[in-house]
């Protein structure tokens, strides 16, 4: 069964499923960006603190990409 939400816009025009697709593209993005930063063998204070940084952005948009999924299916 295809969830109403599927067929229908946003009230601002945007199909739910593009606005999905947007929000994986960012957590993916978002991912690379950590995956960087976590592979260094012996970062300094710096890289260490952008690494944490970057997890916690990539958890976060992960988190607003899955939440929205869950959204369009009523869960």
Not at 3 to 27: H, I, W
Not at 42 to 49: A, I, L, S
């Amino acid at each position: 069964m295809i969830p109403k939400k599927l067929s229908t816009t946003s009230e601002r025009g945007v199909d739910f499923m593009d606005r999905l697709r947007q929000r994986l593209e960012a957590a993916k993005k978002a991912l690379a960006a950590f995956e960087k930063l976590a592979t260094l063998k012996y970062p300094n204070d710096v890289e260490r603190d952008a690494a944490i940084q970057r997890f916690k952005f990539s958890f976060e948009a992960s988190w607003k990409a899955a939440k929205y999924h869950m959204s369009i299916y009523g869960l």
